[in-house]
């Protein structure tokens, strides 16, 4: 499809120029955020490991090549150029790309990918923790240079800050949203604008396009020089949120808003950063905030802090999105999923992960204090992150592609092998702090992978005590005249497995030892695109006289509201009074099985996660007054 063409939302065809600024405005602002606040620490980090005895004009030089160099390869070439091509029917995202790679691979293949994107989707989420604490610290340090008497007060007005901002989560983000554009894009022309202001210190940085100094810097800088890399990759940090919001607003305005005004916007500040340190070397403690006038620093801290609680927005907003994803593909246990907003549908919030995050968020404002501190744990989630969706990209341009091995290998391998280097760097800063995000995507993966491990288990286990649906109904219908007293109406029966007869089926007949006139199995399948066209929702076919099938398909994108989709079913034949309708559940009390595969404690966990998962009836959007819940004891 081609760039001028918008895959979000639902609409399609080309977009008007209007249309297209007004969306590359839009992603500024909920794409950007992330990677627009790396300049308040990422050039300062860089410095502390080269700088105790005073920095040499040449290693300045040499470091802002990297930072230019980092942007242009990681950011420009990857993500710009090539991930946004990788979509999957619009939507993108590790989930995304994972579930749509696993289709065309081996089952073998299939499961070692399976394996590596729970670890993507872990790290992504454990970066949606540390994002929102590194970057409102590193905004509201700056008052320390405003007035020293605020220091103490840092650590306080960051916590208000982010409790404030999770808070509102649950009114949803759609009221001040409009203004996210257009004050990240004011905040991305001060950075450019006070990068060009003082690049003219020391016109002498601008050798820095020569990436012959950022070689030379890390060809005689050693160790040091690899250490330093971690703290460079800072600036590229955010860059998977080009990829993850693509659904949002299409591949022609973020790229528009990338090459129009973020990539120079953040060249310029890094080239006026390395100035002003070359002009006045006193400046290596805080780069950022001490290039501005005396008189424009609190301006410039409020103005920061703004930004970054919009990058914080944004990443919260990503990690809803993608537990929404993840629930949907089976990763994760059902959990309330809430729409904040009656026209877009990207606008969603999850009570459970809003409060995971939370406290997740404040613990490491508290435990790190500083955003110095919170850097060196920064970039291990963010680095393992990018390899991970560098891996499915390879897979990508094999099977849908078709690239010949050697040109996929001639082209992905070199970025495995920067993003390699970029993550080595980073594990240096393990025992410094950087264990805290691995432990925290470490929680994760073992949930996502209990979670699959054991419905996979579980279904195995019902199926071997399954009668088969087919021979189940010949039988009710041979034995007609002595079976089951028929009442009128109609009763759906929720399975995931169509073949089989549904437990809560069975039950009703041995305790109630009624039929109902209409009986329908329905199955809910979420398939591997993020939206499925409303006339492709249900498939319906009758196997008696009293029994049909029926498979509702959702894409992973949307919310399974099984009473809309009915009604739209209705309207095009499905015969049914929703007031003479029962849907009957089978609810499972889970018993843990020492046979069952999987060690006591996972067996706990899942069954902990069972329980704590939504109900079914309130999950699928069922009318609560038409549910009828049918339970049984199984062993897992």
Avoid at 171 to 180: D, I, L, M, N, P
């Amino acid at each position: 499809m081609s760039d001028t063409h918008l895959h979000s939302g639902g609409h399609s065809g080309p977009m008007s120029q209007k249309k297209l600024l007004a969306l590359a405005l839009g992603s500024v602002g909920v794409v950007y955020g992330d990677i627009g606040t790396s300049p308040l620490y990422a050039f300062r980090e860089s410095l502390r490991p080269v700088s105790h005895d005073g920095v040499d004009r040449i290693e300045i030089i040499g470091l802002i090549s990297l930072f230019i160099w980092a942007l242009t390869v990681i950011v420009t070439l990857k993500y710009v150029v090539f991930l946004l091509k990788a979509d999957n029917d619009g939507e993108g995202g590790t989930l995304s790309l994972l579930s749509l790679v696993t289709k065309a691979v081996s089952e073998r293949r299939a499961s070692v990918l399976l394996l590596i994107g729970i670890v993507g989707a872990a790290l992504f989420l454990g970066d949606a923790m540390i994002t929102p604490a590194l970057s409102v610290l590193s905004a509201v340090e700056g008052l320390k240079f405003v007035t020293p008497a605020l220091n103490p007060y840092v650590v306080p007005i960051s916590v208000v800050i982010l409790i404030l901002l999770f808070a509102v989560q649950s009114r949803g983000t759609g009221a001040v949203s409009a203004f996210f554009g257009p004050i990240t894009a004011f905040w991305f022309l001060t950075l450019g604008g006070i990068g060009v202001y003082h690049i003219f210190d020391d016109l002498s940085i601008l050798a820095a396009f020569n990436p012959y100094y950022g070689v030379w810097f890390l060809a005689n800088s050693g160790l040091v020089g690899f250490i330093v890399l971690g703290s460079v990759f800072l600036a590229v940090t955010g860059a998977e949120a080009l990829y993850a919001d693509l659904g949002h607003f299409g591949r022609a305005p973020i790229r528009l808003a990338w090459f129009g005004l973020i990539f120079p916007a953040l060249t310029l500040n890094y080239l006026g950063q390395g100035a002003y340190v070359l002009q006045n070397p006193e400046g290596l403690s805080d780069p950022f905030f001490l290039m501005f006038p005396e008189y424009l620093r609190l301006p410039a801290v409020i103005l920061a802090t703004v930004a970054t609680i919009i990058a914080s927005q944004a990443v919260i907003t990503g990690a809803f999105s993608l537990s929404r994803q993840a629930i949907h593909l089976g990763f994760l246990p059902r959990m309330e999923i809430y729409h904040t907003s009656d026209t877009n549908t990207g606008q969603i919030y999850l009570p459970a992960v809003n409060t995971i995050l939370m406290f997740g968020v404040m613990a490491l404002v508290l435990m790190f204090k500083s955003s110095e501190s919170l850097a060196v744990a920064y970039g291990i989630a963010v680095t393992g992150d990018m390899v991970v969706s560098t891996i499915l990209l390879y897979n990508f341009v094999r099977s849908f592609w078709k690239w010949p091995r050697l040109q996929a290998v001639l082209v992905i391998a070199p970025l495995l092998f920067i993003e390699s280097i970029f993550l080595g760097s980073n594990l240096t800063k393990l025992h410094h702090g950087g264990y805290v995000p691995v432990l925290i995507a470490g929680c994760f993966v073992v949930i996502m992978w209990t979670w699959r491990r054991g419905t996979k288990i579980l279904f195995e286990k019902t199926r071997r005590t399954h009668i088969p649906l087919g021979t189940f109904v010949k039988s009710l219908e041979k034995k007609s005249e002595h079976g089951p007293i028929e009442v009128p109406g109609t009763a759906i029966f929720l399975t995931s497995d169509p073949t089989s007869t549904p437990a809560a089926l069975l039950h009703n007949l041995k305790h109630n030892h009624v039929l109902h006139s209409q009986n329908i199995i329905l199955t809910i399948k979420t398939q591997n695109r993020p939206r499925v066209p409303i006339e492709e929702r249900g498939r319906i076919e009758r196997i008696s006289e009293h029994f049909q099938l029926l498979e509702l398909s959702f894409g992973f994108q949307e919310t399974q509201n099984v009473s809309q989709a009915l009604a739209h079913l209705r309207k095009t034949g499905l015969k049914f009074d929703i007031m003479s309708t029962s849907f009957y559940l089978g609810r499972r009390k889970l018993i843990p099985d020492a046979n069952s595969g999987m060690p006591s404690w996972q067996d706990r966990l899942f069954i902990a996660l069972a329980s704590a998962a939504t109900d079914p009836s309130d999950y699928f959007r069922l009318p609560a007054n038409r549910v009828v819940e049918l339970g049984a004891h199984v062993t897992v």
